[in-house]
């Protein structure tokens, strides 16, 4: 049951709950950013002759750092939201700046080699590495599992880039090395985690940290009784047979929800920290992870009818509010709410699906708009109903209808 619904907290994770930084100056709207959500959009910050680089020396809690980064956000207090060379984002108070200076030169990206060096030397003993055309996997469990990861992951990002490029949207390639860490057991998993997660950790098998700009999940082969407690098998061609089980369909979907949430974030499809309705980040992930078992993977295509959400709405269905789609495109209370989170999934994945095959052009250019917006900006209900207006029509009682008759009648 743990892993049930683990992609209902992915997304809003991350350490950004201090909230001073926030009142900016430059950035639309009065800046209540959610407590986690990350920052900008990496593919302009490196060409955009206006990014500021600076090396900022800060107390992070009991220890002294020093980072090179870009400055994504500067607050009019002095905060300011730093890139670093590896991705990761900082917000820094300025009460913890101990000093800093620009820099003229551009930042320049770790290299995957760099990135590993930092990597090992910043997870506990027993890691390897190991590096696939696109992805640093750093992982302490058995290389055949890890391999296993790296192709499910490599057949993502390729059919992600495919598949955008089919619906009109223009990809970037990541700036930063793409990182996925793997631990060996749910418990080494936990102790890791629990930093990044606090309670969430035993609810969540993997997930996207919008800070750290990594995945991190742990061997699941051993869960939900596919194989004994913590057994792993050493062997690539036993591991496709363990997760073609049924039993595993919800555990391959995690993985690729969230490898989903971090190409998302580092193609230039959704920027870190702007304002990202949920229902369309989470509904886009939840469309990308249908699992495929015809495939010796678990997954090979994108956009199958999810089995899970299909189900979770048509109960929904039954009970459905008259204002189900405007409380959806409002604002993200339904996917806070644990009461109501799993509807909301359900519906995203839904509308997702709706708009993907039926009215994508629209939504093509529904999302670059999205991704054109600045970062730290938060838009209140009403200006996210007009938004969607604009791009879906002014009627919502009409699309709700023609919504709704599309999932009913084609999705069966
Ligand atoms: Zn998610």
Known sequence: MFYQHPQRFDSIIGKFSRVSLWTLVWVISCLQVRATVAACQDETASTDKNVVVRE??????????????????????????????????????????????????????????????????????????????????????????????????????????AFWKKKGVELVEPRFPLVAIIFDTKESYREYASKELGDSVDAIIGYYHLQSNRITMFDLTGVEGLLPNNAKVSRNVLLNEVLRQPGAERTVATIVHEAFHQLAYNTGLQVRL???????????????????????????????????????????????????????????????????????????????????????????????????????????????????????????????????????????
């Open 274 to 412: 702007a304002d990202n309705p949920f229902w369309v980040s989470e509904g886009m992930a939840v469309y990308f992870e249908s699992p495929d078992f015809s495939s010796s993977q678990g997954w090979s295509t994108i956009g199958k009818v999810n089995q899970y959400n299909l189900r979770e709405f048509s109960n929904y269905l039954r009970q459905r509010p008259a204002d189900s789609l405007v409380t959806l495109l409002s604002d993200d209370q339904r996917f806070r709410n644990p009461a109501t989170s799993t509807a909301a999934y359900a519906e995203a994945w839904a509308l997702n699906y709706y708009l993907l095959r039926r009215r994508s052009k629209e939504y093509a250019e529904y999302l670059t708009f999205l991704a054109a917006k600045p970062p730290l900006g938060q838009s209140d209900p009403k200006v996210r109903i007009e938004e969607f207006k604009k791009y879906f029509g002014a009627d919502l009682q009409k699309f709700d209808q023609q919504f709704l008759n599309y999932i009913t009648t084609q999705v069966r």
């Open 56 to 161: 900022v020396k800060f107390r992070d809690g009991e220890q002294l750092r020093q980072v090179l980064g870009e400055v994504l956000v500067e607050a009019v207090d002095g905060g300011i939201l730093l890139q670093g060379t590896d991705g990761r984002q900082w917000a820094i108070q300025p009460e913890e700046i101990e000093n800093s200076r620009d820099v003229s030169e551009p930042l320049k990206p770790m290299t995957n080699d760099e990135m590993e060096k930092a990597m090992l030397a910043e997870l506990p003993g027993g890691f390897s590495a190991l590096r696939t055309d696109h992805y640093l996997i750093m992982y302490n469990t058995t290389k055949a599992y890890s391999q296993w990861t790296g192709n499910l992951l490599e057949r993502l990002y390729k059919a992600h880039f």
